[in-house]
């Protein structure tokens, strides 16, 4: 097997294919028992061999090949996990925010630019700015209740704002304007804190 290895890392495709015959089927036994699926343990040890042959490189030998292939799949395999929870959290945030639009829209209310940028910025964010803006609720007791420090409070307040500007695209208005006084108009956004 060192043999093959070593060829492989010289570019002999011949042994990058016996490295992949004699390792794929063991992979993707062991991909399915994680996954429980046989096409994503499939597509994983098909994304598995690719990072082989990518990072063959790096391999040294310290451990064995096969162990060295099931911590590529294994970091493979919780990425796609993170990666799947990130589009499912989104997903999820976008359905509710629809519906609050909807919700906004049956009842006659105004459903502003400034809600809608809010919309789309994470829960930690856009907590903290509700709390500060639309109640006028200090830094200190919005930490208080959000167990979290007056700075950081700030600090999400701040970049928040900068988000929702640059969502409802107030800063690059105002950067050309010579006035300066537009964004200012916007609303609560402006960044007058």
């Not at 490295?19 to 991909?31: D, I, S």
């Not at 200190?140 to 640059?166: A, D, F, Q, Y």
Request: proline residues 3%; contains cysteine; aromatic residues 10%.
């Amino acid at each position: 097997m060192e043999d093959i290895i070593k060829s492989a890392k010289q570019g002999d495709h011949l042994a990058f294919a016996i490295l992949f015959k004699e390792n794929y089927p063991f992979l993707v036994k062991y991909l399915l028992k994680i996954t429980m699926n046989p096409d994503t343990a499939e597509e994983l040890a098909q994304e598995t061999m690719a990072k082989c042959i990518q990072k063959l490189q790096l391999y040294n030998g310290q451990s064995k090949f096969s162990t060295w292939l099931i911590s590529i799949a294994t970091n493979t395999y919780i990425d796609q996990c993170r990666k799947k929870k990130r589009e499912k959290d989104w997903q999820f945030q976008e359905e509710a925010y629809r519906k609050l639009k909807w919700h906004f829209e049956s009842r006659n209310e105004e459903w502003n630019d400034a809600l809608a940028a809010l919309g789309k910025l994470p829960e930690e964010v856009r907590i903290p700015i509700i709390l500060k803006h639309y109640y006028g609720y200090p830094y200190e007791e919005i930490g208080e209740m959000l167990k979290i420090s007056p700075g950081t409070v700030k600090s999400r307040v701040h970049n928040g704002i900068l988000s929702v500007r640059r969502e409802m695209k107030i800063g690059e208005e105002t950067e050309g304007s010579s006035t300066g006084k537009r964004a200012i108009k916007q609303g609560r956004f402006s960044g007058n804190q």
